[in-house]
Every structure is written in C-alpha cells, then in structure tokens.
C-alpha cells in the first residue's frame, strides 16, 4: 500500500516497480539504496545535475551517458537534446541495461542509442558480477575491473567508435572513469566537449584530475546533494542528510568558459 512519503508504485514482478516521476514512467527497483530509494520515496533522482545538464546543452546536441544505470539522467539528456539530437547510454550490468531499454521505450525515446557495454581505455570484454537483484545493495556503486567470476560483458573505447560529433560526456563508472577519458582521447581532443566526471575515490583522484588537465581542460566540483526539498512527490523528509555526489565539470581552455557558483579544482 502507497504511503504518503512514496510516489504512486505498481508493482511489477520480483522487487521491480513501476511509477510517474518527474523524468518519466520509471521501472526501477526500490532495493537500489540510492536510485531505486530515491525514485521510490521522492520520485526524482539527483535533480540538480539535470537541471545541470539542461543548462549545458542545446537541441540537436550529441550527448554520450557512460554509466547510465536504469535512465534518469539518460531521459533528461533526450528531453534536453530533443529529437534533433542524441544519446548514446553505456550500461554494463544486464538487468540494469534492461530496465535501461524498457525505461527509454515507455518514454519514447526514440534519440537514444543504447549499449550493453561497459567502457574502457581499450577493446575487450570484462566481467561483470551477478548479483541478486531482490537483496537491497548499492547497484550503481559496483566497481568493475577486479572480477574474476560473472558474465563477461563487451568493454568498449569511445574512440572506437569513430563519432562523428560529440558535445558532451558524462561519465560516472565507479572508479574507471580515467580509463573511460584515456579510451575516448582522440575523440575529446577533436571536439572538445563538456566532461562532467564522477570523482569521490580518494585514492584515484589526483590522477583523474592530472589527466583531465592534461588534456587542456579547467576543472570545476560540482556536488549535488541526493535531496531536494522539492521534490516531485513533496516528500519532506530527508533520508539521505550530508550525502552528495562528487563530481567535476570540466571545460576546454580554449572556450574560456564563464562558470560562476562552483568552486575550482586546484
């Protein structure tokens, strides 16, 4: 039974639901401690990095989602890019990449490219564990690259795919997102697009930040927190206090970027 501090959920089968949010008609799993909870108690996830990504990019752009989970941030990327534009979502776990499809198809997305990947610095495959889905975890926090056991998944370089215009590139992966930048160089020197970057691993920041310098880039943290007073269901309260997500907006030198209210990597 719904309670006042839930959106509308239909049940599907297994743990999944299915409900109006304020990216779309989600199908998500509420034993997903981030995405799933906060669809599930809010109706919305992270707002303000979409509010983040509607500022950046025009219609008929060419957006890359790489680690795109189930779709929120997919969803806002199509709706801001509109049919003249397109997304391409990179999402390497299987049932989440299927809860990704069946979310662009109930939204009619139409400008999105999806790939069953993961992405890397180079060709490969990897492997991705299997987990059980019906048992609460973290499912966007899975890290890649130390597994020996699971389902080997196609590991893609952005280079490799030989685009022929790219805007912007979101990259949240879970602590592969240098290996992520390293795959997709040629394609960031020849377009220079906006790179907003997940970075909340102490131990691989510096490096992530020196590449992404080395490639003439200005740094900015941004840190979105996961609650917002506002929120599509009015729930006001707050399961997720002092929890934000780390990430860096990063534009080329040469566009001498005018960012005002976000705090300069250094």
Not at 18 to 28: D, P, S, V
Not at 72 to 84: I, K, Q, R, S
Not at 184 to 206: G, H, M
Not at 232 to 251: E, K, R
Request: with cysteine.
């Amino acid at each position: 039974m719904k309670t006042t501090d839930e959106v509308d959920n239909i049940s599907i089968s297994g743990p999944n639901r299915l409900a109006k949010t304020r990216h779309g008609t989600l199908l998500y799993n509420p034993l997903d401690r981030y995405v799933g909870r906060s669809l599930k108690l809010y109706g919305e996830y992270s707002l303000e990095e979409a509010a983040l990504f509607k500022n950046l990019l025009k219609p008929g752009a060419i957006a890359l989602d790489i680690g795109a989970h189930i779709g929120p941030h997919t969803l806002a990327l199509a709706d801001t890019v509109g049919p003249e534009g397109a997304v391409l979502a990179f999402e390497p776990q299987r049932v989440l990449f299927q809860m990704l499809c069946a979310n662009l198809a109930l939204n009619n997305r139409t400008n999105v490219y999806p790939y069953h990947a993961a992405v890397g610095a180079r060709e490969d495959t990897i492997v991705v564990p299997q987990l059980d889905y019906t048992i609460e975890n973290n499912f966007a926090g899975i890290a890649l690259g130390a597994y020996r056991q699971g389902e080997k998944v196609r590991l893609l370089a952005i280079d490799g795919l030989d685009l022929q215009r790219c805007d912007f590139m979101k990259v949240d992966v879970e602590g592969m997102e240098l290996e992520a930048l390293k795959g997709a160089c040629e394609t960031i020197d020849r377009f220079r697009p906006a790179l907003y970057v997940e970075n909340d691993r102490e131990e691989k920041s510096a490096a992530l930040i020196a590449f992404i310098r080395s490639l003439d880039y200005d740094l900015y943290w941004h840190r979105p927190p996961l609650f917002n007073p506002h929120n599509y269901a009015g729930n006001p309260n707050n399961v997720f206090t002092g929890i934000v997500s780390i990430n860096m907006l990063c534009f080329h030198s040469s566009l001498q970027a005018a960012v005002s209210g976000l705090e300069q990597v250094t």
